[in-house]
């Protein structure tokens, strides 16, 4: 099962990470969270990595009407938004909002999935 949305852009690592979080703040998601993989790895272990960012990304009014629908939802939000470099190219992933209906099988989640897969893939179609 798929459960990615992604792009692949010809764009330097940080001209991509630039694009991609305007492109979501277009789109009502601002930025909570931001984990640089690589940093990360580098320090606590010593290993070295092509660039990879996970941006926690979140459009309130989407989470809250998840969460009233399903208080364990937030252990599927499609929050993360990974852009990573991929050879030549920069990738830009995001969890496929679908995700979360299918795996619930929530009806209640249907129109929640059906925004947030819009503004998604407007911010990646942005990006690309």
Do not use: W
């Amino acid at each position: 099962m798929p459960y990615d949305r992604t792009v692949r852009l010809d764009a330097d690592f940080d001209t991509a990470v630039s694009a991609v979080r305007k492109a979501l703040a277009d789109q009502g998601f601002g930025i909570l969270t931001e984990i640089d993989v690589k940093a990360t790895l580098r320090e606590k272990l010593g290993h070295d990595m092509e660039d990879y960012l996970i941006l926690g990304a979140c459009n309130p009014p989407l989470a809250h009407q998840a969460l009233e629908a399903d208080r364990s939802i937030g252990l599927l939000l499609p929050c993360n938004v990974v852009v990573r470099r991929d050879g030549d190219t920069t990738l830009v992933q995001a969890l496929d909002p679908g995700t979360m209906v299918t795996l619930t099988g929530l009806a209640a989640l249907e129109p929640v999935a059906a925004d947030a897969t819009a503004r998604l893939d407007a911010a990646l179609n942005a990006v690309s």
